[in-house]
């Protein structure tokens, strides 16, 4: 039993050493919306980005509007974000920095009736897209894609004509979702998957550590 615990215990270092970058945006997002305060200092706010405060058009993304948005929020980009780093940690990460930038410039320019905006839903749209068409690409899982991208583009107008969330309960935390952000998020994702490169020797290696873990599971009596 010790040895099976041991070897999952490698199993789950050698994830997070696969995704740092997803554990770090994941950690500062638990921070930032759950610290008394720090939310407030860092979501999207339009006038104080016009005054100069710039860092929030990257850290807005990190904040929610409650824990219930965090959990799916999060969530998502776990799942998402570990997939994708893993496959290529350069197109992940420029795939995060271009959505994020991108959906907030979009805000600052084109919806003056937004104020305020929290949350990572945008970046987990492109990262879906990022990794459907990295997926696609690789022929693993050609013949999902279309249902994949159908059922991306069902949540996005499902979104657009209800003017609510498919999980979230956005009336509780009195927000409205901006599904614009999703489409947005959805091609740079779509852009990132194109111009990518293919499954990396990260994704091999990740693949390897973890039979070499699961082997060792099955082996322990």
């Given at each position: 039993?010790?040895?099976?615990a041991?070897?999952r215990?490698?199993?789950?270092l050698?994830?997070v050493?696969?995704a740092?970058v997803t554990?770090?945006?994941?950690?500062?997002?638990?921070?930032?919306t759950?610290a008394?305060?720090l939310a407030?200092?860092l979501?999207?706010?339009?006038?104080?980005?016009a005054?100069g405060e710039?860092w929030?058009?990257?850290?807005?993304?990190?904040?929610h509007?409650?824990?219930d948005?965090?959990f799916w929020?999060?969530g998502?980009?776990?799942?998402l974000g570990?997939?994708c780093e893993?496959?290529g940690r350069a197109a992940?990460?420029?795939c995060?920095?271009?959505?994020a930038?991108?959906?907030?410039v979009?805000?600052?320019s084109?919806?003056?009736?937004?104020?305020?905006?929290?949350?990572l839903s945008?970046i987990?749209t492109a990262?879906?897209a990022?990794?459907?068409?990295?997926l696609?690409?690789d022929a693993r899982?050609?013949?999902?894609?279309p249902?994949?991208?159908a059922?991306?583009?069902?949540?996005?107008?499902?979104?657009?004509?209800?003017c609510?969330?498919?999980?979230?309960d956005h009336?509780?935390?009195?927000?409205?979702?901006?599904?614009?952000a999703h489409?947005?998020?959805?091609?740079?994702g779509?852009a990132a998957?194109?111009?990518s490169?293919t499954?990396?020797?990260?994704?091999?290696?990740?693949s390897?550590?973890c039979?070499v873990?699961s082997?060792?599971?099955?082996?322990?009596?």
């Open positions: 039993m010790i040895t099976a041991l070897a215990h490698r199993s789950w050698a994830a050493a696969d740092p554990c770090a945006v994941a950690a500062a997002a638990v921070l930032a759950l008394p305060g407030a200092a979501e999207f706010d339009r006038e104080l980005i005054q710039l929030r058009v990257l850290t807005g993304h990190l904040t509007w409650n824990r948005h965090l929020d999060l998502v980009f776990g799942v570990a997939c893993r496959r992940f990460a420029g995060v920095a271009a959505s930038v991108l959906i907030s979009l805000m600052q084109a919806l003056p009736e937004i104020p305020l905006y929290r949350g945008g987990d990262l879906f990022l990794l459907g068409v990295g696609y690409r899982r050609r013949d999902d894609f249902l994949q991208a059922g991306l583009l069902a949540k996005i107008v499902f979104e657009i004509t209800t609510s969330t498919l999980f979230v009336s509780g935390a009195s927000f409205i979702p901006l599904a614009g489409v947005l998020g959805a091609l740079v779509l998957g194109l111009i490169p499954a990396t020797a990260a994704s091999a290696s990740f390897t550590r039979n873990g082997n060792s599971d099955r082996r322990d009596p």
